[in-house]
């Protein structure tokens, strides 16, 4: 089975942090990509939702700025994992958070997955 | 990041709302400071300890309030609850805040917060140092040092605004929409110069961190103002400028010119969401001084090396701002990007009517003296930097400028 796993948290803190608390984040973060690399597909992280614009799919699609929806927490990025069920998911879920503490992961499962099939 | 570190992030994340929604129970700046600040308190204790709370700034407004109210019935010589009791009751009371404040109320609180920082009433210093008191919650001592006063003299000025704000009328009320587009004009207009304290003394330590205070003020105004173009283009602006500053000084903390930095220290993070905001901005076709300067700023960022620079484009854009904005100063500008098109000539006469309006402006006479060097006029442009020198804001703009006056003398 495969998994989406969502990060969420309030960017307004994840943006203001330093370069430094930054980096150590990111730092701690591949590591555990590192160590799971045979589970792992690929992943993003998505700039603050005040760079969003959202397409409202109405006959005529009207372009609006900002985000899907506007909640506390947001969007950060998403990472696809390939493990063997729920379980697994909250396993990888739970690394992930010791490593980049607050916040939420939404597991959910994906219908269709579409990897990456650019030659680099 | 250490818990401590989690904590303080999300208790400076939550205060602007905090705050708003406080001063929306208590109408008075110092009860929902106080109040704020002993919610912030029982947080660092709390928090440790059980676990940070589902919605932090849910739980910080609810304590605050608590803890407010408490105080004012101590005051009235009531019987107060005893403080544990309140925070264990707190779950149920917070989930039903949190739901509330998905609504209306954050945007007007917070609105308020900056609209009252701002109030027109206020000289442009009482504005940001009531913002970063306020707002961002820097401490007197901080603001003080950022802006070389005595912590006497900054809790007087902070003092004094606040009184003012006091006597002023302070709408409690959603403003209309033109007051409110006035009052968002002045709101962009104090980050900006807050922006600028930081910038021009770079990696300075009691004056740089001005700048991420700067951004931070100007990510909440955006997510409140998600569709203006001209706050998109003020946070590209900054966000584009912010990025180079680990290029902006050498090691013994002289300036290094645009064209002389080291691309590759320029921040990438910084650069993209700043690329991404103007470009945003400029799909609303509503040109604005903001959006053409992240524009022009957008240009050099894209230019990975300063002689692929776009300067038609440059040119293009400060036109552009002439006619939006006509200034000598944006006059000046123009003539950089005029020289690199047409030849340091074109450009001094471009700049020769600005004299009178600009003579105490130090970059003017830097730009003369350095437009006058290439046309291999030495003697003029000594006079130049001498008048340059004379004007330096700062220690570092001074050093730069006597660097062009030694290799004068060198070639000489």
Known sequence: ?120 | MTDLAWINGAITGARPQAIGALLRYFRDLDTAEEAFQEAALRALKSWPANGPPRNPTAWLILVGRNAALDGLRKQAKHTALPPDQEISDLDDAEATLAERLDGSHYRDDVLRLLFICCHPELPATQQIALALRIISGLSVAQIARAFLVGEAAMEQRITRAKARIATAEVPFEAPGAVERAERLGAVAAMIYLLFNEGYSAGEDEARGPLCDEAIRLVRLLLRLFQTEPEIMGLAALMLLQHARLPARFDVAGEVILLEDQDRTRWQSKLIVEGLALIDKAIRHNQPGPYQIQAAIAAIHSRATRAEDTDWAGIDALYAALERLQPSPVVTLNRAVATAKLHGAEAALGMIAPLEQRLSGYFHYFGARGAFLVQLGRIAEARTAFDRAIALANTPAEAAHIRRYLDRLTGAA
């Open chain 1, 1 to 120: 089975m495969q998994y989406a796993i969502l990060c969420y948290n309030d960017e307004d803190v994840v943006w203001s942090w330093t370069q430094e608390e930054d980096a150590a984040v990111m730092g701690r973060l591949a590591v555990v990509r590192e160590r799971l690399a045979e589970k792992m597909g690929p992943s993003a992280r998505l700039l603050p939702t005040t760079a969003a614009t959202t397409l409202r799919k109405s006959p005529e699609p009207v372009v609006i700025d900002g985000p899907f929806a506007e909640t506390k927490e947001q969007l950060l990025g998403f990472y696809v994992i390939d493990v063997e069920n729920l379980d697994a998911a909250l396993d990888v879920a739970r690394q992930l958070t010791a490593a980049n503490p607050g916040g939420a992961y939404e597991i959910r499962p994906i219908a269709l997955y579409l990897p990456d099939k650019r030659v680099t």
